[in-house]
């Protein structure tokens, strides 16, 4: 290689292309079939690391190597040289902001180029993880948390890969099917509610009306035995930065989520806006200690009995645990923790 093309091409001290800067060979690039469930699986979910694509491939496609898939995802962010005039794949620079980003799995999305190679495909898909996103762009503030909501959904979803019995269902359906009133234009999904509480802090009854949208929806289709199929659907929470604890409902925090979804409970909000039979609200954070407190805060609204609706689990989180060290847990297999009940297992029927 000339010393001009070294300076086109910058590379680290081991002699390999610079991570998240588009260094093209000149490799010419043409889609194989693995290549478009590759796209097309970005398609569905905003942000997806590595290992997590690789898991979602169908086992047909997916090749002994993952080695070499690794290389190929290389070689579709950087190369250039395509019939749709550049990189299929994006790689979101906020990832850089990890203390472990150079040890973690690569962080991927669909590029414009990707889109077009799709639209062109006529390959159309339900995308799992932007309900409820007004702004379908990631900023820098909200990338952590988007990629929570696609952490949690992408390992439910591999999960019922394994099984036999269980199919995943994704929120676009739920509403085609549902033909629900609690969403709006774009399929945001919007639920009215009215919550009220005396905080110890103050003698005063708080109110406040407003509508709640969950970072997540999804259902899962159980086959029995019998072959008789059941359903149970979720709303998704990812709790990174949010106060459980508040002395007043203005403002964000968990305690109002808790009081947001059990006037959805109780009054039946989940069946007449949405069409659904059940609900089970999942919520996923950085750690046992937090799960801890939003427990306590379950307890504080609903009493020492607790409730049974209300599904705890952590998870590794981008820039705050070494996923290199933990992974991502199997979210469909492993126990959720429940407030004063024993722990739930969504794969069980």
Same mark, same amino acid.
């Given at each position: 290689?000339?010393?001009?093309?070294?300076?086109?091409?910058?590379?680290?001290? $081991?002699?390999?292309?610079?991570?998240?800067?588009?260094?093209?060979?000149? %490799?010419?690039?043409?889609?194989?079939?693995?290549?478009?469930?590759?796209?097309?699986?970005?398609?569905?979910?905003?942000?997806?690391?590595?290992?997590?694509?690789?898991?979602?491939?169908?086992?047909?496609?997916?090749?002994?190597?993952?080695?070499?898939?690794?290389?190929?995802?290389?070689?579709?962010?950087?190369?250039?040289?395509?019939?749709?005039?550049?990189?299929?794949?994006?790689?979101?620079?906020?990832?850089?902001?990890?203390?472990?980003?150079?040890?973690?799995?690569?962080?991927?999305?669909?590029?414009?180029?990707?889109?077009?190679?799709?639209?062109?495909?006529?390959?159309?898909?339900?995308?799992?993880?932007?309900?409820?996103?007004?702004?379908?762009?990631?900023?820098? %503030?909200?990338?952590?948390?988007?990629?929570?909501?696609?952490?949690?959904?992408?390992?439910?979803?591999?999960?019922?890969?394994?099984?036999?019995?269980?199919?995943?269902?994704?929120?676009?359906?739920?509403?085609?099917?549902?033909?629900?009133?609690?969403?709006?234009?774009?399929?945001?999904?919007?639920?009215?509610?009215?919550?009220?509480?005396?905080?110890?802090?103050?003698?005063?009854?708080?109110?406040?009306?407003?509508? =709640?949208?969950?970072?997540?929806?999804?259902?899962?289709? /159980?086959?029995?035995?019998?072959?008789?199929?059941?359903?149970?659907?979720?709303?998704?929470?990812?709790?990174?930065?949010?106060?459980?604890?508040?002395?007043?409902?203005?403002?964000?925090?968990?305690?109002?989520?808790?009081?947001? /979804?059990?006037?959805?409970?109780?009054?039946?909000?989940? %069946?007449?806006? =949405?069409?659904?039979?059940?609900?089970?609200? =999942?919520?996923?954070?950085?750690?046992?200690?937090?799960?801890?407190?939003?427990?306590?805060?379950?307890?504080?609204? /609903?009493?020492?009995?607790?409730?049974?609706?209300?599904?705890?689990?952590?998870?590794?989180?981008?820039?705050?645990?070494?996923?290199?060290?933990?992974?991502?847990?199997? $979210?469909?297999?492993?126990?959720?923790?429940?407030?004063? /009940?024993?722990?739930?297992?969504?794969?069980?029927?």
């Amino acid at each position: 290689m000339s010393a001009t093309e070294q300076r086109r091409y910058p590379k680290d001290s $081991l002699g390999r292309r610079l991570r998240g800067r588009r260094t093209p060979s000149g %490799k010419r690039i043409v889609l194989t079939a693995r290549d478009v469930e590759i796209l097309t699986i970005l398609k569905r979910y905003r942000f997806l690391r590595s290992t997590t694509l690789w898991q979602l491939l169908p086992e047909g496609l997916r090749g002994r190597s993952f080695k070499r898939f690794q290389d190929r995802l290389t070689d579709l962010f950087h190369e250039t040289r395509t019939p749709h005039e550049g990189a299929y794949l994006d790689w979101p620079v906020q990832q850089r902001q990890s203390f472990d980003a150079r040890y973690s799995p690569s962080i991927y999305a669909l590029s414009t180029a990707g889109k077009a190679a799709l639209d062109e495909l006529g390959i159309e898909v339900d995308n799992v993880t932007d309900l409820g996103m007004k702004d379908k762009r990631s900023s820098t %503030k909200d990338f952590a948390h988007v990629l929570m909501i696609c952490d949690t959904l992408s390992s439910i979803e591999i999960g019922t890969k394994k099984t036999t019995n269980i199919r995943f269902i994704p929120w676009p359906e739920i509403l085609r099917k549902a033909r629900p009133t609690g969403c709006r234009q774009g399929g945001i999904v919007s639920l009215p509610v009215t919550i009220s509480c005396r905080f110890n802090t103050s003698r005063v009854l708080q109110r406040q009306s407003f509508n =709640l949208e969950p970072d997540g929806l999804f259902g899962l289709e /159980y086959e029995h035995p019998t072959g008789r199929k059941l359903y149970r659907f979720f709303a998704l929470e990812a709790e990174r930065r949010n106060k459980v604890h508040t002395a007043s409902l203005r403002g964000s925090s968990y305690v109002k989520k808790i009081l947001a /979804y059990r006037y959805i409970l109780e009054n039946g909000i989940y %069946k007449t806006e =949405l069409g659904l039979p059940n609900l089970l609200i =999942l919520t996923v954070t950085l750690n046992s200690a937090r799960i801890r407190t939003m427990k306590e805060a379950v307890t504080s609204i /609903y009493g020492p009995k607790g409730s049974p609706n209300f599904l705890f689990h952590s998870i590794p989180v981008h820039g705050e645990i070494s996923m290199q060290l933990n992974g991502l847990p199997d $979210l469909l297999s492993d126990p959720w923790e429940r407030a004063e /009940y024993g722990p739930f297992y969504v794969n069980l029927i």
